[in-house]
């Protein structure tokens, strides 16, 4: 019996592999514009650090970690996400010491064991960004621009960016203390069962529950906007007027909480229409006390995450790129003569294969159809004795004879029409 992978892990094939790294590549060159270096962690980390910086409570630590422990005691987690193990490793790299502000990019698998379902994987990838050291609003704003600008750039359709302050250390605990006073003098029963748990444990998490019941009940709650500390305020107000100030549209969403903890002040999700319930396809925050309380100094951060299979969705239907030849070779003597040539093509930055087997001339189109190529490249005795090649064009059928020296100046041609 063969043995299948694992449910909610897959396999990336072309062309769904190539969208990925087109995805990739872009924001690879997007960031470096704005100042970011990549970064790669490990993929397992001490399960402690996740809980303490995505927070014991939270859906993902508490339930979605993927998590083992070795025969002496220690509990090791495959990352749920990329921040906790950004910030690990500025710490232990004192990356504080080296540069004022870090731009760091990060992009690879994450693993949550949450139910599967169209856009929500249990090994999903991410595209992470972080950058630390500016507590600035201005920060936020030039974040906030360059996801904007990438996710514009990537021509996902229409998008909405949703916009929170979730305030400080200072007027957020304030604002739990009054939402949750609301909460508690409802009826038990108005709420979910995971509600029920959350206005014990993390009763700011209650008001971006997705189930209608308990947002019927958060009619009249008092609202984050309200409780910020004047300082809050203006923070938020400013990153409002700089994203205004570059054509950005975001809505507000006052009740935009986020499931991770380690957010304050300026929140941020990014929702497409085009691929269903799991509509989010980035998100983000700043996180000014997290890197302290993972022991490190007392630098502010902000970033964020899009999620690449998402973002795949959306591209799915685009083209892909096909490969310019598929050269078929037809008897197996001149096979050699048609291994040069296929690496020469090669080297001119044409892309292709051919059959490493003498085969009949039918099975060789049939074989350059498959692949999809713009060009079958036929070479038989009579090609190789002219030093020609026939050039079938697979589109509509067409066949011309070309000396073999002008081919790549044939093709290239070819190509720059298309
Ligand atoms: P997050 O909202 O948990 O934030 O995840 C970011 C993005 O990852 C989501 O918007 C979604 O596109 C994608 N994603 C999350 N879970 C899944 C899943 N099970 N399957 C497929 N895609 C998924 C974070 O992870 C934060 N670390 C972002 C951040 C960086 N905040 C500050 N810095």
Redesign the pocket.
């Known amino acids: 019996m063969s043995i299948a992978k694992i449910k909610g892990f897959s396999d990336l094939f072309s062309p769904e592999s190539d969208t990925f790294t087109a995805i990739e590549s872009l924001a690879r060159t997007l960031f470096s514009q704005y100042g970011f270096t990549e970064l790669r962690t490990p993929i397992l980390e001490y399960t402690e650090l996740f809980a303490r910086s995505i927070g014991e409570e939270t859906d993902?630590v508490h339930k979605e970690m993927y998590t083992l422990t070795t025969e002496k005691g220690r509990s090791y987690s495959l990352r749920?996400?990329?921040?906790a193990g950004v910030m690990r490793a500025y710490i232990e790299g004192a990356l504080y010491t080296k540069m004022p502000v870090a731009r760091l990019f990060t992009t690879g698998p994450?693993f949550?064991h949450?139910r599967p379902q169209k856009?929500?994987?249990?090994q999903?990838h991410?595209i992470?960004?972080?950058c630390l050291g500016s507590e600035s609003p201005y920060a936020d704003a030039d974040m906030i621009t360059m996801l904007m600008r990438f996710l514009t750039s990537l021509e996902l359709g229409s998008l909405e960016l949703a916009l929170n302050s979730l305030g400080c250390s200072e007027c957020r605990p304030r604002f739990k203390h009054a939402l949750t006073d609301y909460l508690n003098n409802l009826p038990k029963d108005a709420f979910c069962e995971d509600c029920q748990r959350r206005i014990h444990t993390n009763p700011l998490r209650v008001l971006d529950c997705k189930q209608e019941q308990c947002q019927n009940n958060l009619t009249n709650a008092p609202t984050l906007a309200d409780a910020l500390c004047p300082a809050c305020k203006e923070h938020f107000a400013l990153v409002c007027s700089l994203l205004q100030s570059q054509g950005i549209h975001y809505v507000l969403a006052p009740r935009l909480v986020?499931?991770?903890d380690y957010?304050t002040r300026t929140t941020f999700?990014?929702q497409s229409a085009g691929i269903g319930s799991?509509s989010?396809?980035?998100?983000?925050?700043r996180?000014d006390g997290l890197i302290k309380a993972l022991g490190g100094p007392d630098v502010p951060g902000?970033?964020?995450?899009?999620?690449i299979?998402?973002l795949a969705l959306l591209l799915q239907n685009r083209p892909s790129k096909h490969p310019d030849f598929f050269l078929a070779v037809l008897d197996e003597a001149n096979l050699p003569q048609g291994f040069t040539l296929l690496q020469s093509l090669r080297s001119h930055n044409l892309s292709g294969t051919m059959n490493f087997q003498g085969q009949s001339f039918k099975s060789l189109l049939r074989q350059a159809d498959k692949t999809q190529a713009t060009y079958c490249l036929i070479l038989g005795s009579n090609e190789i004795q002219d030093h020609t090649i026939t050039v079938k064009t697979m589109s509509d059928g067409t066949q011309t004879t070309v000396a073999q020296d002008a081919l790549y100046a044939h093709l290239s041609a070819g190509n720059n029409h298309e």
């Open positions: 993902v749920p996400e990329a921040t994450m949550r949450e856009g929500r994987l249990r999903f991410q992470n960004c972080e986020r499931g991770l957010y999700e990014v799991q989010a396809i980035a998100g983000g925050g996180y902000i970033g964020f995450a899009c999620g299979e998402r």
